[in-house]
């Protein structure tokens, strides 16, 4: 801990020459421990009681600012690969949640005291920082599929609502941190805008561009206390709850908000069909640009959520109970479609719908992503289903929700080999000769170059690659032609 510690906290937050070495070493320290450390002074801003308002907050902005490089490089680290990175995970989720509760507990100071309620531009600017770390705050936990901590809209809701009641939610101010000017509004917008565009069915390194994107589009959101046209989702600020798809209106109570995203989505179909020509814009300006053919699709992701009308089903949403048996990924595939019955490969969950929605007990679906490929056979079947799974969030009650997109209901299990490699692979089509068929190939094994070779009902087929269609978290899935060598 650099040996801050072995010091009183007060020696130091009462001492700017003392403050500013602290900071010194934290701005040359790794990014996991600098944000530990930069967590435990946090807390203990809060702790000193006795401490004057306008120093308790200037502290809290010090530490926030000095926060962001690490927690970029954080950021980074834990969405281009999640896996096996929960510490880092942890590290960052536990510095935002430490940091919006801390700035929740600075405006209720800031608005019970007369001579500092009144200064606008101080009160946007704690209010916009408040908002900005319950977005952070919501971005990591979705991160990890959540669950996701419906405090947060409280203290972002109530945070703007202030603001407004003193007309100050549009008041630009710049914090340093950010390096470009901001509101309360904004801030808000930006978080209810990252909500409604389902990241529970994006990977992280997705999410955190989607995150990013909203503040491209943030002039394009608006929100209004009545029903407008193009209005598509409500909130109440006033609640610890996410924004609803309107379907029909709410009883009308002060907290109660509209949001419309419809511009936003236009400016976003319109920038993925620029993309996808080969154009960029010069003002778009992200972290780390992703490929082409990657920024596209979230676009167009993003443009069908914020639109007027909701993405519409395939099927039409059954509810439907009972037992769901789960394999994880093609090894275990190959088992259960071979007609093993290994249970230590087969999981249990339940089914909830016929789209396939079902619930899983977060302790049997922890290797669980947006991505994973898995085989589903629903109690009383004896046929194994594969899909995809396209949405997971854990909730709070030890159970997550899954949204699982059937890809095949007629898998059968392939080796396959090639000038490369070999390894198994899974048929979502019948691999009849002259066809072309989708296979899923375990880990990242398709290549446009390398035809693959099998064995089918004792012939020797050669399967020649068309396309990549998609990449998982634990496959590939592609499209290849048979060729029958008899």
């Known amino acids: 801990m650099f040996g801050v510690f072995s010091s009183s906290p007060a020696s130091v937050l009462g001492n700017p020459a003392e403050l500013r070495r602290v900071l010194a070493e934290i701005a040359a320290a790794q990014p996991d421990l600098a944000i530990n450390e930069l967590t435990g002074w946090v807390e203990s801003v809060g702790d000193a009681t006795n401490i004057d308002l306008a120093h308790h907050v200037n502290l809290l902005y010090q530490f926030d600012s000095s926060a962001q490089p690490h927690l970029r490089k954080l950021d980074q680290i834990y969405a281009d690969d999640p896996e096996g990175k929960d510490v880092v995970w942890r590290t960052g989720r536990d510095f935002w949640s430490i940091l919006s509760s801390a700035y929740e507990v600075a405006l209720d100071r800031y608005i019970s005291d007369p001579t500092h309620a009144s200064v606008l531009s101080g009160l946007s600017r704690l209010a916009s920082r408040t908002v900005r770390a319950c977005r952070q705050r919501f971005k990591w936990d979705v991160y990890h599929n959540g669950p996701v901590d419906a405090g947060l809209w409280q203290v972002a809701g109530q945070a703007y609502l202030l603001a407004q009641a003193s007309g100050a939610e549009a008041r630009?101010?710049?914090?340093?941190?950010?390096?470009?000017?901001?509101?309360?509004?904004?801030?808000?917008?930006?978080?209810?805008?990252?909500?409604?565009?389902?990241?529970?069915?994006?990977?992280?390194?997705?999410?955190?561009?989607?995150?990013q994107l909203t503040g491209y589009f943030a002039a394009r959101y608006s929100m209004s206390p009545t029903i407008e046209r193009g209005s598509t989702h409500w909130l109440d600020a006033n609640q610890p709850a996410p924004p609803l798809r309107l379907v029909r209106a709410p009883q009308q109570v002060d907290g109660i908000r509209y949001f419309s995203g419809i511009a936003a989505a236009d400016a976003a179909l319109a920038l993925a069909r620029r993309v996808e020509g080969g154009d960029l814009p010069d003002a778009l300006s992200l972290d780390d640009m992703p490929e082409r053919d990657q920024l596209a699709k979230l676009l167009r992701h993003l443009a069908m959520n914020w639109a007027l009308d909701p993405p519409t089903r395939q099927y039409r949403r059954h509810s439907l109970?009972?037992?769901?048996?789960?394999?994880?990924?093609?090894?275990?595939?190959?088992?259960?479609?071979?007609?093993?019955?290994?249970?230590?490969?087969?999981?249990?969950?339940?089914?909830?719908?016929?789209?396939?929605?079902?619930?899983?007990?977060?302790?049997?679906?922890?290797?669980?992503?947006?991505?994973?490929?898995?085989?589903?056979?629903p109690?009383?079947?004896?046929?194994?289903?594969?899909g995809v799974v396209r949405r997971y969030l854990r909730g709070r009650d030890a159970r997550g929700t899954v949204g699982i997109e059937t890809l095949s209901t007629t898998a059968r299990p392939l080796e396959v080999f090639s000038e490369r490699q070999s390894g198994e692979a899974v048929a979502l089509d019948d691999p009849v000769s002259g066809a072309v068929v989708r296979l899923a190939i375990n880990?990242?094994?398709?290549?446009?170059?390398?035809?693959?070779?099998?064995?089918?009902?004792?012939?020797?087929?050669?399967?020649?690659?068309?396309e990549l269609i998609e990449r998982g978290t634990n496959f590939d899935l592609a499209r290849f032609r048979v060729s029958d060598f008899r």
């Open 443 to 466: 880990g990242t094994g398709y290549s446009a170059e390398y035809p693959l070779h099998a064995s089918i009902n004792g012939r020797h087929v050669r399967l020649d690659p068309v």
């Open 321 to 377: 109970g009972g037992a769901l048996a789960v394999a994880n990924g093609i090894k275990h595939l190959h088992h259960v479609l071979r007609g093993a019955r290994d249970e230590a490969v087969i999981y249990r969950w339940e089914m909830s719908d016929a789209s396939i929605g079902a619930t899983a007990p977060t302790a049997s679906a922890e290797w669980v992503r947006v991505g994973s490929l898995v085989g589903m056979q």
């Open 379 to 386: 109690s009383g079947g004896d046929n194994w289903l594969v």
């Open 172 to 211: 630009e101010v710049v914090n340093a941190a950010d390096e470009v000017p901001t509101s309360v509004e904004r801030e808000y917008l930006r978080l209810i805008a990252l909500h409604v565009a389902a990241p529970e069915g994006l990977v992280p390194d997705s999410v955190r561009l989607a995150e």
